[in-house]
């Protein structure tokens, strides 16, 4: 924000102006500069212009500007892509790069890290740089391929790491994890997880070889594989930058990495595993930039949604989101907290971990082993007069009944749930312990939420559905008359998947009189199933038939998720 600051020192930007883009960064997590330029308060030109005099550099143009081939050797395409800086000239034993932002002291520290140089810069347009560095490098298809070799050449002694188990000496460990190219490869990984929008990072050890895997839209894709001997080291490197002990590999370990990626705010949930074979290491992957944390582009239907904003402004009461994980259950109630977050509200959280940092909300981590656990945190709760809680997930008896108090001594508790459908959320407090009654009077709503590949715009094409197609969603020909299915019939754009993005699809259940006396009956999940289809809940698998109609998604997603 040091570029923010000295906007308002110089009287190009106000305060206010000022914290609203602070907080439209951290809510959002988009880059300073993009909010700042596309709000109108300043052109890209005076921006430029207020970083090269924060840098005491010049701002050059950079189309205009030769850059000598050779730097490309000095500087790994790795490197320029990760920090979005492309290399210019070198100047001794400095290395001059153009950037279109202003870089943290961190991002200098790590590039003249890896490149064992000096660092200086000048300034150029984002436009100019993208350009500077496809000249330099080429399209970025063949740049892992590129950094395997390299790791090969350049870490020949790596091999001897791996023989040795648990005898592996921590000064050679850590060697190997602070490697060059060891340090390139793993930047290369995070930037392309990043870039391929993957939610997720799956380094795997097996007896013969080392996979990394990305989990993007819902599906595991693999990259191309580095050699077996070199999972010590890269694992190694992950653990190094999230914190993590890296001589410890007999027990999980949990961890955090914050990253600048390609100007995104980046946070990496770091999770190790023991194994046979090695350490797992699954990295949860959270862009802020990629999250809707808006009602209104949640993808509601339209009556969902009036439900929805009705149900979170009520004074008190509990509404629950369920779902398997992986849902979207979370950013679901982070969208409703962040529209109810006003300065009359307290609103407090209880996460295992807090995913999403949200401004003008208390947000409390959950630490199981030192006895910080959701029944704790809400006991506490209680006594900090909150208007709104949110109970990351509810897990047991005692966490449950502690939610149900504070309904009934008027606060709004949101909570999830892991369980198939709306219903089964009743059943599911029910076989916790949790009487019947109580839920009858504290319940407002359940929404039930599955995530769902979207069909690829790219290379959509319509089709005519066959009859066992429409058995399977249980609809008839007379049902859709003409109207055409779609699918995705693969290209580069989707990885040849025929799918790009997901969106959510719903039921809600309202808790009204008929519902509640058949919760006090204790009637089981399908008998409150249909006695809230009755009263007008469309179900998953109708939400689902809605998007396929819709062309949104396709006949096998709704039918692998309902």
Not at 217 to 246: C, Q
Not at 276 to 289: A, I, N, T
Not at 300 to 308: A, E, L, R, S
Request: with cysteine.
């Amino acid at each position: 924000m040091i570029v923010l600051h000295q906007l308002v020192e110089e009287g190009r930007l106000s305060k206010e102006q000022a914290d609203a883009i602070h907080e439209e960064h951290r809510t959002l997590g988009r880059p300073a500069k993009a909010i700042t330029i596309e709000q109108g308060y300043v052109d890209e030109s005076t921006y430029l212009e207020t970083v090269a005099r924060i840098l005491e550099t010049e701002r050059i143009d950079l189309a205009a500007h030769p850059i000598p081939p050779r730097i490309a050797k000095t500087v790994p395409a790795s490197i320029a892509r990760m920090y979005d800086a492309a290399p210019v000239r070198a100047e001794g034993d400095t290395i001059i790069f153009a950037v279109a932002d202003w870089p943290s002291p961190a991002v200098t520290d790590d590039i003249g890290f890896v490149l064992s140089k000096q660092v200086g810069y000048v300034v150029a347009t984002q436009q100019e740089i993208d350009e500077a560095i496809i000249r330099l490098y080429g399209e970025e298809s063949d740049s892992i391929n590129e950094l395997l070799s390299a790791l090969e050449s350049d870490m020949e002694d790596a091999g001897s790491l791996i023989e040795l188990g648990d005898t592996v000496d921590l000064a050679d460990l850590e060697h190997a994890a602070r490697a060059t190219p060891v340090i390139r490869f793993v930047n290369l990984v995070l930037y392309q997880a990043v870039k391929d929008r993957a939610s997720d990072i799956h380094f795997e050890p097996f007896e013969h070889e080392f996979k990394i895997r990305y989990r993007v839209d819902g599906a595991l894709y693999e990259m191309a594989p580095p050699p077996k001997n070199l999972a010590l080291p890269i694992i190694s490197r992950v653990k190094v930058i999230s914190g993590l002990d890296i001589a410890e590999s007999r027990l999980p370990q949990d961890g955090r990495i914050q990253l600048n990626v390609a100007g995104h705010s980046i946070d990496f949930r770091v999770s190790t595993l023991p194994t046979q074979f090695g350490e797992s290491v699954v990295l949860r992957v959270l862009d802020r930039s990629n999250v809707q944390l808006d009602l209104d582009k949640i993808g509601f239907p339209g009556d969902i949604h009036g439900f929805f904003l009705d149900d979170i402004k009520k004074p008190n009461g509990i509404v629950i989101v369920t779902g398997p994980t992986g849902s979207g259950k979370t950013t679901t109630l982070y969208a409703a907290l962040q529209h109810i977050n006003r300065i009359e509200t307290k609103i407090l959280t209880a996460e295992d971990p807090v995913e999403y940092d949200v401004e003008g909300i208390i947000q409390l981590p959950i630490r199981e082993n030192i006895g910080l656990t959701f029944a704790a945190a809400l006991r506490s709760f209680l006594r900090q007069d909150p208007d709104v809680i949110m109970v990351g997930e509810n897990r047991d008896l005692d966490t449950a009944q502690i939610a149900i108090q504070a309904s009934l001594t008027g606060h709004l508790v949101f909570s999830t749930l892991h369980t198939n459908d709306a219903a089964g959320a009743v059943t599911r407090l029910i076989d916790m312990g949790v009487e019947p009654y109580l839920i009858a009077s504290t319940l407002e709503a359940v929404m039930g939420q599955r995530l769902v590949r979207t069909i690829c715009p790219d290379c959509k094409v319509p089709y005519r559905p066959d009859d066992a197609a429409l058995a399977l969603l249980e609809l008839d020909r007379r049902q859709i008359g003409d109207q055409p299915f779609y699918r995705g019939a693969g290209c580069a754009a989707c990885n040849h998947s025929g799918y790009s993005g997901r969106r959510a699809i719903f039921e809600y259940m309202r808790i009204n009189d008929a519902l509640r006396l058949a919760i006090i009956e204790r009637q089981p999940t399908l008998a409150l199933r249909n006695k809230a289809m009755e009263l007008g809940m469309r179900t998953l698998r109708e939400d689902g038939i809605r998007c396929i109609l819709d062309g949104c998604t396709t006949v096998e997603e709704i039918i692998q998720y309902t």
